[in-house]
Each structure stands twice: as C-alpha cells, then as structure tokens.
C-alpha cells in the first residue's frame, strides 16, 4: 500500500489565505468529503487501506500547517475541514486532531 504523505511545513509566513492556522496533532487520516470521512470513522485497517488506495483519504502527517475552514457547512463539531497552504484539497480530519494556536 503505498501512502500518500504532506509534509510539515516550518512557517507560518506561507500561511492561511483563508481559514485559521492550525497544526495537525499526530498522523491522521484526511478525508476528501464529510461523507468519506464518515464512512471511514471508526477507522480500521481495511477501510483506511481501500480508501487511501482509491485516493479517497490522504495521510496528513504530523504536526503539517493546516487552515481551519469553518464555513464548512457540516453541523459536526467532531469533524474539522483543513486546507492545507500550497495545496489543492481540502481534508476531513477528527477535530481532537487539531492543535489550535502555535
């Protein structure tokens, strides 16, 4: 299985354009919509292995500089949406994932 990886990112100068700067707390699972990211959660090794496979989830490695969008849509407080600067996705991630502030 080969895992896609995002790597840190050591400024915040190349930060949020939009959203507010967050790091992810330990390697995570993104997921490429609030529906994928649902289907996931309770992850397990199969599904997270089927779902990298088909692209479906990315692995966000830890401690990546991430903006937290909140007009995300979803009425979840469990469930944070992430862009990450520089890149052309956004990402479903479990919210105690993320690590507010520096």
Sequence with gaps: ???????????????????????????????????IYRQLHPVTVEKLAKMTASQQVTLLSANVLACELSDDGVDDPSAVLLGIPGGSMNYWVPARQVQRGD
């Design 1 to 35: 299985m080969i895992v896609a990886a995002i790597c840190s990112q050591n400024s915040h100068a190349a930060s949020c354009t939009r959203g507010t700067p967050v790091h992810v707390r330990g390697d995570v699972p993104g997921a490429i919509s609030y529906d």
